[in-house]
């Protein structure tokens, strides 16, 4: 057997002609990225890749350096490809044409906000929370018209939630970003101590129905799952409190929080009956103005992708690469198309430093449905 000092010997010349042949091969992918900016040619090859790496793990016999080759070549190719985008010109960054930095939101005596819900709502506490008691602003109905109240121009701001921690992400609400003309600017996080309301002189033994938004409902699911009571899913946590109040009936209660109870008349038959203790929710602020604060921390993205070995790991290299790290990553399928994937990320950085740009660029050039949905 030979001695390890002699084996390690050899793999570090092999390692330094590694080195030297990686230096040879990165100066080739910067004359065609001079090449693709002259012609116009986009910077990923898919079928140059598939192909090359077909060839290559042809030559090789045994099942795990196969493997092993595609998985090498594979990476070789995309430091490859994120080089070039490095090289292209920031003239003709997407980022630079299609937002603006800003050094704060302009808010003043006639900035309108919308949010859904009625008053009491945890939309409203954001709001308050985000723009001060002051701030002018309407109610819209559904998830749904807040965004569009926004993309039409009717309000200049708009609240909604999108994620929970005991319940996770909010459905819909990544969808309505993804589908409207709008940009996520802020984010507020409010805590959501959700309450068991109802009228004076309610006793708990003598309920058959609870009401509230099926996240109430959600993150109550313990204290819930103790009772019989029906679980009646409606519009917003404000919205159930004030059924209960109007419908003016013992058997019924409500899951909201307490500024809501107060706001309605009807007593707190019960503090805090959601599971986890610090149950938090967080908003997105949004505006149709293409914006973002040069203090913004955290830039959202969504892409699709097709379920493909390798595909999404590929993507998240552009990060790698480029020193960004990711805080937040959320997926499902597509609808209408199968097996494709649509992703959400979240990433911290801000739209204005050259590393988040580069990998932005990389990704948008190898995804589908590419969309920065705000740095904020
Ligand atoms: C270098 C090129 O650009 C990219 C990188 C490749 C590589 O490193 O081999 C192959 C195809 C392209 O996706 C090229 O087009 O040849």
């Not at 459905?171 to 507020?188: A, Q």
């Not at 595909?311 to 020193?323: G, K, P, R, T």
Request: contains cysteine.
């Amino acid at each position: 057997m030979r001695d390890l000092v002699d084996i390690r010997k050899d793999i570090d010349q092999i390692d330094q002609k590694i080195v030297r042949l990686f230096e040879e091969r990165m100066q080739c992918s910067e004359e065609v990225a001079e090449y693709k900016k002259g012609t116009g040619k986009p910077i990923y090859d898919r079928k140059r890749e598939q192909e090359k790496i077909e060839t290559l793990t042809k030559e090789v016999g045994p099942e795990f350096l196969k493997k092993g080759t595609e998985e090498l070549f594979l990476q070789l190719m995309s430091i490859g490809r994120r080089y070039q985008y490095s090289l292209l010109s920031e003239e003709d960054s997407y980022v630079r044409k299609k937002f603006k930095q800003v050094d704060r939101l302009e808010i003043n005596s006639d900035t309108k906000v919308v949010y859904q819900g009625i008053p009491g709502a945890y939309q409203e506490q954001a709001m308050v929370q985000f723009f001060g008691e002051d701030i002018s602003h309407f109610t819209a109905e559904e998830f749904k018209d807040v965004v569009v109240a926004v993309d039409e121009g009717k309000a200049d701001y708009g609240i909604l939630p999108i994620e929970n921690t005991s319940a996770g992400t909010v459905s819909g609400i990544y969808d309505l970003l993804l589908n409207h003309d709008v940009c996520v600017v802020g984010e507020e996080t409010v805590e959501c101590n959700h309450a068991l309301v109802g009228i004076r002189g309610t006793d708990l033994s003598k309920v058959t129905k609870v009401y509230s938004h099926p996240q109430g409902l959600m993150q109550c699911k313990e204290f819930l799952d103790e009772t019989k009571w029906d679980q009646v899913r409606i519009r917003n946590t404000a919205v159930a409190a004030k059924k209960v109040a109007d419908d003016n009936d013992c058997t019924k209660v409500a899951i909201s929080s307490e500024r809501a109870a107060k706001l309605y008349g009807l007593d707190v038959l019960k503090e805090k009956v959601n599971f986890e203790g610090n149950n938090c929710t967080r908003f997105v602020v949004m505006s149709k103005k293409k914006q973002y604060r040069k203090d913004a921390k955290k830039v959202s993205i969504s892409f699709s992708l097709p379920h493909e070995t390798g595909s999404l790991y590929n993507i998240l290299a552009h990060f790698m690469f480029n020193d960004v790290s990711m805080t937040n990553i959320e997926s499902r399928p597509l609808p209408n198309r199968q097996w494709e994937y649509g992703f959400y990320i979240d990433v911290a950085g801000n739209l204005n430093e050259p590393g988040i740009r580069n990998a932005l660029t990389g990704i948008r050039a190898e995804v589908k449905d590419f969309k920065i949905l705000g740095n904020f």
